[in-house]
């Protein structure tokens, strides 16, 4: 089936480091999406990308859609403590009813 | 757009009793989805509805999970004769519909079978 792997699992950096993660996958996906997920809250979206090679920020974030389209990276720049959180990336399975397949996700600890 | 809701955020139940989650989707969303979430884990599908249909199911749902969206709008959870393997964040999320649509996820429900 189709799986989502994440790596690192968990990241301890300092306040101001740039921050690069990324999510491989044995099938083709045909969007990736990036979500963070605070303690006690549900995924918010962060960046979505719908095109193999697609390089896309978010303002301190910026996100690649691999040209395999079996992997994409998240690089996050300047870290801040408000960074902190738990991040998954995420593409539709091929069900076709737009559920998302998850990956393990990758938690983000700044230290200040 | 207010968001998607979830009642309760908590519950805490003891083994054998029966829960229901409730979720409001963003409206004029017309998918909505269940997950559920496990410490350390990426949220996984339970089941999604177009509608008030329910057109998907998952091998986790075990016959214990009932769900529902009678008008299209919104949503109900229900676990019978909870068990501690339950315990687990139940996400639920939404969206319009269309290629691509991301899901826009609630702040969930945070169940503990004691």
């Known amino acids: 089936g189709q799986q989502l792997n994440q790596s690192p699992q968990s990241m301890f950096i300092q306040e101001g480091e740039d921050v690069s993660m990324n999510c491989t996958s044995s099938s083709i996906f045909n969007t990736w999406l990036w979500y963070k997920q605070d303690p006690g809250e549900g995924p918010v979206l962060l960046i979505a990308l719908y095109k193999a090679g697609e390089l896309t920020s978010n303002g301190r974030l910026t996100a690649q859609f691999g040209i395999t389209r079996k992997d994409s990276f998240l690089n996050i720049s300047a870290s801040i403590p408000s960074d902190v959180g738990i991040y998954f990336c995420?593409?539709?399975?091929?069900?076709?009813?737009?559920?998302?397949?998850f990956g393990q996700g990758t938690t983000l600890q700044v230290k200040p | 757009d207010t968001g998607v809701s979830q009642d309760p955020r908590h519950k805490i139940t003891k083994r054998g009793q029966n829960v229901t989650f409730r979720c409001d989707p963003i409206?004029?969303?017309?998918?909505l989805y269940w997950y559920r979430q496990t410490l350390g884990q990426g949220p996984e599908f339970l089941t999604y509805f177009q509608n008030e249909a329910q057109l998907e199911k998952s091998r986790l749902l075990s016959d214990r999970f009932s769900a529902e969206r009678p008008k299209g709008s919104f949503s109900t959870l229900e676990i019978q004769r909870t068990e501690q393997g339950d315990s687990a964040m139940y996400l639920c999320?939404?969206?319009?519909?269309?290629?691509?649509?991301?899901?826009?996820f609630g702040n969930g429900t945070r169940l503990t079978v004691t």
């Open positions: 999320a939404s969206s319009p519909g269309g290629f691509n649509s991301p899901l826009h």
């Open positions: 409206s004029e969303h017309n998918r």
């Open positions: 995420a593409g539709p399975s091929a069900s076709n009813t737009g559920k998302l397949i």
